[in-house]
């Protein structure tokens, strides 16, 4: 990874799983770079768009480098004319040492504009034949192609990642925040019916106070937003899901007390498995007054397959399936989804 300290944005990284350079070489802005846009006028409806001007930090510099047992960040301070008093911008890179990952940390003073303007971070990826896809609420949809005919495709809404995926890998980012994204440069304005993403270039858009209904003129006040970044040579979307779930919604912890010295330490494992790995458990809660939980699953392989769930703990599993209020719709030997599709199965044990 390459650093430029007079943009606070990485230049340059290189990928050794895909021995390769992710970054494009040619594009206007780098990884993580803050972007600042204008507008002349408020844009109307289905209009010609106004000219915009795009500009970065005013001022930036590189505050500190700290290394810790799970990732290491560098962290650079800004100005930017969209915040308001001295050192309002903050931009955190931090490349963890347990995983394949890198998170970036953005904090913005942000002061109150009532003119057209909006907020961008760049992501200029780049593969050779790549497409860019994103996650929809129950699937996930290659930009342009698999969209309902007429649906916006100046800006996406990305749930949970948004990633570049040739044959050979994916280059994969989301946000726990920031969902809108604009996919192979900016497209605003643009209304052009069954375009498609003219290069790998992602750009995050987390706000903007262009419009003239359902939102406030002016955004102002301290914001703070997040994305994570990851790559891999699995081009599937299994792996792209089930890191984006991993990333967006992390394992709850709990600190417990430590025990009494001699006392029998505590074993590590599992105590439910559920297979095959392209079903993915959404969602878990108690059965109030029985020996169950309630599973919320869904097929995110696009292939048709049969749920197993197995564990070490509880003994004789019986699976039902039923609604989501975990009423009983019927009873089967074994439990069948069909690509993408979305179940609701009580698990029970004695």
């Not at 925040?177 to 497209?187: D, K």
Request: net charge negative; glycine share 8%; with cysteine.
């Amino acid at each position: 990874m390459t650093v430029n300290p007079e943009k606070g944005a990485i230049s340059h990284l290189y990928d050794r799983e895909l021995n390769r350079e992710i970054l494009s070489g040619d594009a206007d802005w780098q990884l993580g770079e803050f972007i600042y846009e204008t507008l002349e006028s408020r844009p109307g409806h289905l209009t010609l768009y106004p000219q915009a001007k795009r500009t970065g930090l005013d001022k930036v510099w590189f505050e500190r480098y700290n290394e810790g047992a799970i990732w290491d960040s560098w962290v650079f301070r800004g100005e930017t004319e969209a915040g308001t008093g001295e050192k309002n911008y903050m931009f955190e890179i931090r490349v963890f040492k347990t995983v394949k990952r890198i998170d970036f940390v953005h904090l913005l003073r942000k002061k109150q504009v009532m003119t057209p303007e909006g907020v961008y971070v760049s992501f200029p990826f780049e593969l050779p034949d790549g497409k860019i896809f994103y996650d929809v609420p129950g699937g996930t949809v290659q930009a342009g192609i698999d969209q309902i005919p007429g649906s916006s495709n100046d800006w996406n809404n990305a749930q949970n990642f948004a990633t570049v995926r040739n044959a050979d890998g994916q280059i994969l980012m989301g946000s726990q925040e920031v969902s809108l994204v604009q996919l192979g440069g900016f497209n605003c304005g643009r209304f052009r019916e069954n375009a498609l993403p003219e290069t790998n270039n992602i750009y995050s858009w987390p706000m903007n106070n262009h419009w003239n209904t359902n939102f406030n003129a002016d955004q102002h006040g301290e914001f703070e937003w997040t994305y994570f970044l990851t790559s891999s040579t699995d081009s599937s979307v299994e792996f792209a899901t089930r890191f984006a779930w991993g990333a967006r919604i992390p394992m709850p912890t709990r600190v417990l007390q430590a025990g009494k010295t001699g006392a029998k330490g505590a074993t590590c494992g599992s105590i439910l498995e559920i297979k095959p790995d392209h079903v993915l458990l959404v969602n878990m809660r108690p059965v109030e007054n029985e020996k169950a939980v309630l599973l919320q699953i869904r097929e995110i392989g696009g292939k048709p397959t049969i749920f197993e769930a197995t564990s070490p703990v509880l003994g004789n599993l019986i699976h039902e399936p039923c609604d989501a209020n975990g009423n009983r719709i019927g009873q089967a030997e074994q439990i069948t989804l069909k690509p993408w599709e979305t179940k609701f199965i009580k698990l029970k044990w004695q």
